[in-house]
């Protein structure tokens, strides 16, 4: 029996250092995968101002990133989330989901009217400038939901695949005009002049009559590369068929009425009520940037 043992001894020994050994990394996503993508753009523009000390660097924005998806009608939102579920280890399924909430103040210098027209000497205090104000928001919110199929066994791997979308966005300008529109001055000096003058009318106000729906297919090619188990750099372009579903826009204008001598408001309908517009195209060349964790 002694001999038995050691006959088999090798063979235990080398099962148990093949027991002991550890396993092999797994770069890429296995059926079962979760996944959470982020856009990499801030990140990476960080790492490059970390580098060269310049807090302004916009290389990524204007040159990796390209233009957006959509961005000739609808503004994205500020911040989307991306999760993805692997079915298999080549075929999973995607959703985008954002939501935008923008609103922002363009301010501008303007001389006072009744400055110019009466002269003060010793202006400390800077009476003879004004401030206009313009202020946006933007509202809305989108959800992609797709397909998606990979290519490619190692720490590279080819993503295509199509997305249904939709999306609803509102937009309202509206504006503070500093010099009063009265009957001595019944065209103020304005901010902004070849914007909100139309005749002897000035824009107060422009809005929609409630959100402009979207809905289309985006089909989507590109590469992930996993710089670590399950961590991956993404980069895509976007192809994009979709239309848009505009609600009713107006304008608020005010203009002087010498007849009845005041400041008269009228709202004047801009596009009626059942736009339809059709667009395609590949609006985002240079390529989106993410990251994916999966889990």
Request: hydrophobic share 40%; with cysteine; aromatic share 14%.
């Amino acid at each position: 029996m002694a001999w038995v043992a050691c006959c088999l001894l090798p063979f235990w020994l080398s099962a148990q250092e093949t027991g002991n050994a550890e396993k092999p990394k797994v770069y890429i996503p296995e059926q079962g995968d979760f996944a959470i993508a982020f856009d990499a753009t801030p990140i990476l523009s960080y790492v490059g101002n970390f580098f060269n000390g310049n807090v302004n660097n916009d290389a990524l924005d204007k040159g990796l990133q390209g233009a957006p998806a959509m961005s000739s009608v609808f503004s994205g939102p500020v911040a989307s989330v991306m999760a993805k579920y692997m079915l298999t280890d080549q075929l999973g399924v995607r959703a985008n989901v954002g939501l935008l909430n923008r609103n922002t103040t363009s301010r501008s210098y303007v001389g006072n009217d009744s400055y110019a027209q009466f002269p003060h000497d010793g202006d400390v205090g800077g009476e003879a400038q004004l401030i206009d104000t313009r202020k946006t928001k933007v509202s809305g919110g989108s959800i992609t939901f797709g397909p998606e199929w990979r290519v490619g066994k190692r720490r590279v791997q080819g993503v295509f695949g199509v997305d249904v979308l939709m999306a609803y966005q509102n937009t309202n300008t509206s504006y503070d005009w500093a010099n009063a529109m009265t009957s001595v001055n019944q065209k103020p000096t304005s901010s902004w002049d070849a914007d909100v003058w139309n005749g002897n009318s000035r824009i107060v106000e422009y809005y929609n009559d409630g959100y402009d729906f979207y809905a289309g297919l985006l089909g989507h090619v590109g590469v992930e590369f996993f710089v670590a188990p399950k961590i991956a750099i993404g980069a895509e372009v976007n192809v994009n068929a979709y239309w848009q579903f505009g609600k009713q826009e107006y304008m608020k204008s005010e203009s002087f009425n010498a007849s009845t001598d005041r400041v008269e408001l009228r709202t004047d309908l801009v596009s009626p009520k059942g736009l339809k517009e059709f667009y395609f195209g590949t609006e985002n060349l240079g390529g989106a940037l993410y990251m994916a964790f999966y889990f």
